[in-house]
């Protein structure tokens, strides 16, 4: 406006500390990172956005409702629907089936599959890129099978992975990482599918389930007389001689986000979908997460996948900020994301950050993709929530992408201005 105020009374100058209340220091501080902000938005691809929010109010925004690829940053709303539509008490248990007669087992025993995404041997852990934080020990489902008294199996192990949907991939999926970096899929997999001994996955994870079982129990001193097979159904009669429930859920959702564990985002979006109309289907999952995300008000999405490893998907910066803020969601990511230079995808980037140890958040890397979403606690109510999509050629090579993760995580360290002085830009 053009209302001038004389200030020639003032002896203090107007920039004195003893004038300024808490609340200019307040608003210079949002000036000062929306500016930061704004230099980082300058450097992104045209098809990329980014968005940051403190609390319920947008410190900077831009393209933020333009709909891009994600990623693994997918994840995010598949850790959202799971944590929401699924009760908090779920566990997945792996159940072992025969006819028991004194220390022998006649005939077949069935591995029955729940649904487990973490089963896993000892040796194939020490093979992961990302070891799996919540294994669930197939060595230790073995164990309960010996401590029950059997000593030899008189058939084969059979698997049995009729509790969700036999379909071992996505549509949607790329050759490329078809069986690489995600499937084949099934209510009973060990390893991700992998037989420790065998380069190549078995086309069904089943099959591939019972040979380890075999293995760990021969190893253990059982004699299992057949070899390993698939598509049982557990014969009347037979009763329950041992079983082994995951981790929580909520440990589960942390694994898939630590570490970015494709298969498991895949299991639990078929776990939603058994939840939803009885079918462990990706469809009948995808359309559970839809229909709770229509719910909490988006529309502005496509959902292809759990995982992200669709090229199909679409997600904004504003949906990934504004899940990231429901409070009741809260839990899941603090104890879910990975942490900058210290665990999971996040372990080799921004160790020498000021965010380092401090800021979490998921990854997300596809060719020609790149994406960066989660949080900056701050020591008040501010923790910055921020999301950072990147479509665009060679972004995923680090050379493009780490210079804006840098300076993204450089800006967020600031704020907020500890002092007038740092406010002010003033050295003292």
């Known amino acids: 406006g053009n209302d001038v105020v004389s200030i020639a009374g003032l002896n203090t100058p107007v920039l004195s500390s003893r004038r300024v209340a808490q609340n200019i220091v307040d608003e210079i501080s949002r000036d000062a990172l929306a500016n930061d902000l704004s230099n980082v938005a300058s450097k992104i691809p045209s098809k990329a ?31 959202a629907a799971a944590a929401t539509l699924l009760p908090p008490s779920t566990v997945f248990t792996t159940r072992v089936f025969g006819k028991v007669d004194g220390s022998k087992v006649a005939g077949n025993i069935t591995l029955v599959g729940g649904g487990d995404p973490l089963l896993t041997t000892s040796d194939y852990a020490q093979m992961e890129k990302f070891p799996t934080l919540q294994r669930t020990s197939l060595e230790a489902l073995a164990q309960r099978v010996f401590d029950a ?22 549509d949607s999926w790329g050759s490329g990482v078809r069986g690489i970096e995600g499937g084949p899929l099934g209510a009973l997999m060990v390893n991700d599918g992998v037989v420790v001994s065998n380069p190549i996955k078995p086309d069904d994870p089943s099959l591939a389930a019972a040979t380890e079982f075999t293995r760990v129990l021969r190893k253990l001193g059982v004699a299992v007389t057949g070899e390993a097979s698939s598509k049982g159904a557990v014969p009347n009669g037979d009763s329950e001689i041992a079983s082994i429930a995951s981790a929580p859920l909520v440990d589960v959702i942390a694994e898939m986000l630590t570490n970015s564990d494709n298969n498991t985002a895949e299991i639990l979006i078929r776990h939603i979908g058994f939840a939803h109309n009885g079918k462990g289907t990706t469809e009948s999952g995808l359309e559970a997460t839809s229909q709770l995300l229509n719910k909490w008000g988006f529309t502005n ?11 199909d998907n679409r997600l904004t910066c504003s949906l990934l900020v504004s899940l990231l803020s429901r409070p009741e969601l809260s839990a899941v990511f603090d104890h879910g994301l990975a942490t900058a230079g210290t665990t ?43 999301a950072l999509i990147l479509n665009g050629t060679a972004i995923a090579d680090q050379g493009n992408y780490r210079p804006l993760w840098e300076a993204l995580g450089l800006s967020l360290s600031r704020y907020p201005a500890r002092s007038l002085t740092a406010a002010f830009g003033v050295l003292p």
């Open 344 to 386: 999971g995808t996040l372990s080799d980037t921004f160790n020498k950050s000021p965010v380092a140890g401090k800021l979490r958040a998921k990854t997300g890397t596809l060719l020609n993709v790149k994406s960066l979403s989660g949080f900056l606690p701050q020591k008040d109510e501010s923790t910055l929530i921020f």
């Open 149 to 170: 008294g059997i000593r030899t199996v008189e058939g084969s192990v059979v698997g049995n992975d009729d509790a969700l949907s036999q379909s071992r991939y996505v």
């Open 301 to 311: 999405y496509v959902l292809k996948d759990g995982s992200g490893l669709s090229r």
């Open 49 to 79: 956005c980014l968005k940051v929010a403190r609390g319920n109010s947008v410190a900077y925004e831009k393209r933020a409702d333009l709909l891009l690829i994600p990623g693994s940053n997918q994840k995010i709303v598949t850790a």
